[in-house]
């Protein structure tokens, strides 16, 4: 089971830090992702992280701005935003997919298994 938080309301070039929490299963076996869906538009990838942390996967809007980050001690995902743009503005999802840890990283929706209920993320201009 996941779940997301930490979604809110901030200003154009501010930072937010959303977070995922995992329980049911040992988080080191799963392959985790952040996802995003704006209003009338598709869900779509944001950041991927591998198992051990050792590889990472940005989409291009977010590359540079986003940083993606896990700790399987506390079995927590975490997706820092920084220098937010209004376009940024959705709902954004965690996910996760069980792989072998030298699987290629899962970039697409229906390649992950376990999704969150999502937390929303305001940007204002």
């Known amino acids: 089971q996941l779940q997301a938080s930490g979604g809110g309301l901030v200003q154009a070039g501010g930072s937010l830090r959303v977070s995922c929490a995992a329980s049911?299963?040992?988080?080191?076996?799963?392959?985790m992702g952040w996802f995003r869906q704006a209003s009338g538009k598709e869900r779509e990838f944001v950041a991927g992280?591998?198992?051990?942390?050792?590889?990472?996967a940005y989409a291009d809007p977010v590359k540079g701005r986003f940083t993606i980050s896990r700790d399987n001690n506390k079995n927590m995902m975490y997706l820092q935003m920084n220098s937010l743009k209004p376009e940024d503005k959705a709902v954004y999802y965690c996910?996760?997919?069980?792989?072998?840890?030298?699987?290629?990283?899962?970039?697409?929706?229906?390649?992950?298994?376990?999704w969150g209920q999502g937390t929303q993320v305001t940007v204002s201009s």
């Open positions: 996910a996760a997919v069980r792989r072998i840890v030298t699987a290629p990283m899962p970039l697409n929706h229906d390649e992950y298994d376990y």
């Open positions: 049911g299963r040992t988080m080191r076996e799963f392959f």
């Open positions: 992280i591998s198992r051990g942390g050792d590889r990472t």
